[in-house]
């Protein structure tokens, strides 16, 4: 069974092609960051327009990746939220007429889940039970997962995304849009000690996050300090290690919580090299495991839908012909 998978999310157009004996046979990614630099975050509108020149040239270059025609596909899985709404109904809109015209069913795909199950495109999949660390340029999430299609919502940022922390802090140090992975190089030249940043909500219990106050730390900080490179990696450094830090504190707890031995981080800033690092560390001092996708099925891709749809399809779930997308989507609404 082959499941075509299409992400139109945000501002990276993937498609891919999922074989649920074979596994991954096409991957395709277009990243339009260059297009959006100027501007200094996604404009959605130029996101939409963009979908729509690159979604069918790489769905035919999957195809033609893969070695398939379009009779050899059995269903066309598509994002449906959370996203930028005009760029969610590119995917949408190509997604269900595929379907349609090569009479397969369509399969909406919630993008929060995806990146959830990412890691299991990985040769070591992680088995289930476990917590899962969802952090995104929209979404900073502990899951409890017992089962796919089964997620317990445990925390949550009350205000900004650790990625859209990461890409405010980034601009304020002069980097471009995502700032995420730039700020992180950045911060390998810094050094420890020299500032401090809080550990936002660590204090109390509970696991909910807070990150917009680290972006104002980080501002007041440039704003008292000499504007010289030793100092912009200084303080990249401080910022890195406040967040990955907090991250770890609130992942050890939720696992306390939940009497749970594995952790699965996933969504963009799992790419982040210190906190991979830190938490293997942690995991390995507790007895436990941790799982995470390789970089590139971290960020926004084509496999992940494509992965996730499969999963669906399997179970029988959410094949409607209707096109709807949802900018918000709580995890929580799936069955
Ligand atoms: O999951 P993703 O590709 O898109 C959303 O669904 O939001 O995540 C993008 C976010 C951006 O905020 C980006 O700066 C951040 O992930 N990011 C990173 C790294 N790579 C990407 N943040 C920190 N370190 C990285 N290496
Ligand atoms: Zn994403």
Redesign the pocket.
Known sequence: MRVLGIET????TGIAIYDDKVGLLANQLYSQVKLHADYGGVVPELASRDHVRKTVPLIQAALKEAHLTAKDIDAVAYTAG??LVGALLVGATIGQALAFAWQVPAIPVH??EA?LLAPMLEKTPPPLPFVALL?????TQLVKVTAIGKYQLLGESVDD???????KT?KLLGLD?????????LAQKGRANRFIFPRPMTDRPGLDFSFSGLKTFAANTIKNNDDDNQTRADIAYAF?DA?VDTLAIKCKRALIQTGFSRLVI??????????RLKLTKMMQKQCGEIFYAR?EF????GAMIAYTGLIRLKTNKNNDLCVTVRPRLPLSALT
């Open positions: 999310s945000c501002d990276e959370p996203g993008h929060m990146h952090v995104s340029g929209g979404h995304a650790a990625g859209e922390a990461f890409d980034a849009y995502p700032g995420g992975l730039m700020l992180s190089q890195e967040v996933a969504g963009g800033v799992s790419a982040n090299q210190p906190l970089p971290c960020t926004d891709n």
